[in-house]
């Protein structure tokens, strides 16, 4: 039934949006004319309204922030961190998605790990201005190879360094986000981006994350939304226009 709407839909569309590149190509593949790459991006702003000072920055902290499914999160690597001597902090659903994960953020918090629960953006960001690290630790599956998490430029946008598992929507940035093939490359990657915190870095990292806000979005949508516009005025008028008899 999925594949029929997305045919009906790729016929009578003129521009279709994906959100990562697993996502685009299946839409050029369904037939449709123009497909645009547009990631998710971050509420930018408000992450930046509750910066904190850089003495409130802890160098071994690092975050977590999503939904904490077995179906979606590699738990070993959250282990891993603690067992590195990280102080790992986590944040969001624990059943949200596929499995319950109660039993899993248990053991961790036992471990040392803190739980935060569901947290408004506000607060949220909060926590986010005091850790060094935000994690990605997603399992490679058909899901997560299309996704594209959001939290990569709400971790930046807070001066974070960000460490995510080969993601495909997830691309390197040398210097402040790295792509890791496991636990022990994990581990490795956070111990050198912990250092990574001085303010060229954090400011750097705040300028790409504003290139992937809502408020920058909303510029490039509205301007797509006016040459669609402007296309279908122009197809309409050649349409309805009435050509003088000139025998007449």
Not at 9 to 19: E, F, K, M, R
Not at 76 to 94: R, Y
Request: some cysteine.
């Amino acid at each position: 039934m999925v594949s029929v709407a997305e045919d009906r839909l790729a016929q009578n569309t003129n521009v279709a949006i994906g959100s990562s590149q697993v996502v685009e190509q299946h839409l050029v593949e369904r037939g449709f004319k123009r497909v645009v790459h547009w990631p998710n991006v971050a509420d930018v702003e408000t992450i930046l309204e509750q910066r904190l000072p850089d003495s409130a920055r802890i160098k071994n902290r690092v975050v977590f922030a999503g939904n904490l499914s077995k179906a979606k999160i590699d738990f070993t690597l959250f282990h891993d961190v603690i067992s590195a001597g990280f102080e790992l902090h986590l944040a969001g659903p624990i059943a949200e998605g596929g499995g319950d994960a109660t039993l899993e953020i248990e053991e961790l918090v036992g471990r040392g790990a803190v739980y935060h629960g569901l947290m408004p953006l506000e607060e949220l960001s909060r926590l986010y201005w005091t850790c060094s690290v935000g994690l990605i630790p997603y399992q490679l599956t058909p899901y997560t190879r299309g996704v594209n998490p959001l939290k990569t430029f709400e971790y930046l946008a807070a001066g974070m360094a960000v460490v995510s598992t080969a993601v495909p929507a997830v691309q390197e940035i040398k210097g402040h986000v790295s792509i890791v093939t496991g636990p022990r490359d994990c581990v490795a990657r956070i111990a050198s981006l912990v250092e990574s915190a001085e303010s060229n870095n954090v400011e750097t990292r705040i300028g790409i994350a504003k290139k992937n806000s809502w408020q920058e979005r909303g510029k490039i949508a509205r301007a797509l939304v006016e040459r669609t516009l402007d296309g279908l005025s122009d197809v309409i008028l050649e349409k309805d226009v009435v050509h003088p008899d000139v025998h007449s």
